[in-house]
């Protein structure tokens, strides 16, 4: 059959027809897929995934896989490597690096159109879709080279490996997969002024296998995630409202109806010292030296501290100006028998 005619070292016609008909459908599927995603990406809320971008991204993988398989067709690409076609190893490569490129652009994509306030949620979301996209990609590229059968065999083989290189980067897995769930538990994120692990400070970044965070001093602390998983985490900011509790003390003599009045005033004053929940001032206790009296206010998170040192200040002035007296610890000292003081008068003549 004509087909069969062999045109030149070792191309047949048969070949040629089938390369072009690959190039063809190749070419036509990579139009397709390219114009559908952008039309596509104009009305999706998934713009991060779908756009121009991507269509490109994809109609290059197409053209260039198509040729390659159409140089396979004809036989210029079907020497064999390591028991596999030339052809599929290629393939191989362009489909993990396009996945790359395509995860990579995705990630930064999805950063850049986030919103401020939800960035570092998107951050971390745009990590865990990139790695996810690398890796099925890479287990594919495995598959499509005809390697993921002969890699069985060597991983079973390597059995004894395996197991040494299991224990040795357990603390990697273990990393990883807390991670993982401190994505899904989501007790923190960054910007968040935690307590944890025995440092305090601001969340400064998120990763897979480990966690940042600034602390007051400004000394930057890497917490491994298993670590910070297994931790009791103080969030200082997870919800929009806080307490703060401030004690006073103030001397037995004074009246105190009035200092609980003058401390009222200083809170009503305060603009960021909300009214719901309403501020309480109370006598908590009678001290060694002082009456105690309890403030607690409610103020919102991220000017907790702000508002804490500024009514502990306006409290102490306003005690002040109405004389009340703030009293310092004080002791009285009973002694059994009468002391006799001994004073020897000084300047005289020797």
Request: hydrophobic share 50%; net charge positive; aromatic share 12%.
């Amino acid at each position: 059959m004509w087909l069969g005619k062999d045109l030149a070292w070792g191309i047949t016609v048969g070949g040629v027809v089938k390369a072009l008909l690959i190039l063809i459908i190749g070419y036509i599927l990579a139009k397709f897929i390219r114009r559908y995603l952008i039309n596509l990406s104009r009305t999706t809320k998934y713009v991060w995934i779908v756009n121009e971008d991507t269509a490109g991204t994809l109609h290059n993988m197409i053209v260039i896989i198509s040729l390659v398989y159409a140089l396979d067709a004809v036989g210029i690409l079907s020497y064999e490597v390591a028991g596999t076609s030339i052809s599929s190893m290629i393939s191989a490569f362009l489909v993990f690096y396009f996945s790359y490129l395509l995860a990579k652009r995705s990630k930064d994509y999805m950063i850049m159109r986030a919103p401020q306030k939800k960035l570092p949620e998107v951050q971390l979301k745009a990590k865990l879709f990139y790695y996810t996209v690398v890796t099925l990609a890479f287990f594919i590229a495995l598959n499509i080279a005809g390697f993921s059968g002969r890699l069985t065999t060597l991983l079973a083989a390597a059995g004894i490996t395996g197991i040494i290189l299991g224990f040795s980067a357990q603390t990697v897995v273990s990393n990883f997969i807390s991670g993982i769930f401190m994505y899904f538990d989501r007790p923190l994120k960054i910007g968040d002024p935690v307590e944890v692990a025995g440092y305090s400070g601001v969340v400064h970044d998120i990763r897979i296998l480990s966690t940042r965070i600034r602390t007051w001093d400004g000394t930057l602390v890497r917490i491994p995630n298993e670590k910070l998983f297994n931790s009791e985490i103080v969030n200082l900011t997870k919800y929009p409202v806080r307490r703060v509790d401030v004690p006073v003390g103030i001397a037995y003599g004074e009246d105190i109806q009035k200092a609980i009045d003058v401390i009222k005033g200083v809170l009503d004053d305060m603009p960021y010292v909300l009214a719901e929940p309403e501020p309480v001032v109370f006598v908590e206790g009678l001290g060694d030296n002082s009456v105690n009296i309890a403030v607690r206010a409610w103020a919102p998170s991220e000017k907790w501290f702000d508002v804490r040192w500024r009514i502990v200040q306006r409290i102490k002035e306003a005690l002040d100006r109405e004389g009340i007296e703030i009293p310092f610890p004080q002791r009285v000292n009973w002694f059994a028998e009468e002391l006799k003081v001994r004073v020897e008068k000084g300047g005289g003549e020797n």
